[in-house]
């Protein structure tokens, strides 16, 4: 499975952007696909993802800022960012993954973990002051 990002670029503090993902395959085992971000120095951060079941999650530096969407078990996941400011600057990677047994908790938390199966290549998002 390759996972395709786009979206990204240069917008200035307050403004919008939206990222889109979509996955090479659809698939039909419960899976999870979202986002995380790692910014110059800093960790990989959780931004957020959405289960093909529909459970949603964000990470807390973007609550309320950003809405992770998906039409159930669509093999594509956008993410709209809005009131971006400069700690928003990074590079953002859309991920999966795919249970394979055991329960649909353990593949959340294996998303939560970054213990994908998946990764995209990366988009750039910059957010100048």
């Known amino acids: 499975v390759q996972l395709q990002a786009s979206g990204g670029g240069l917008v200035q503090a307050g403004g919008s952007l939206r990222l889109s993902c979509t996955a090479s395959?659809?698939?039909?085992?419960?899976?999870?696909m979202g986002w995380y971000r790692q910014a110059p120095e800093k960790q990989r951060e959780l931004v957020a993802f959405?289960?093909?079941?529909?459970?949603?999650e964000y990470g807390d530096s973007v609550k309320g800022r950003f809405t992770i969407s998906r039409y159930g078990a669509a093999n594509t996941v956008n993410l709209q960012m809005d009131s971006l400011n400069s700690e928003d600057t990074a590079v953002y990677y859309c991920a999966m993954a795919v249970q394979a047994g055991g329960f649909y908790s353990q593949t959340v938390g294996r998303f939560r973990a970054a213990e994908v199966d998946y990764w995209g290549a990366g988009t750039e998002v910059t957010v100048s002051s």
């Open positions: 395959e659809s698939i039909i085992s419960f899976n999870v």
């Open positions: 959405r289960t093909s079941g529909g459970l949603t």
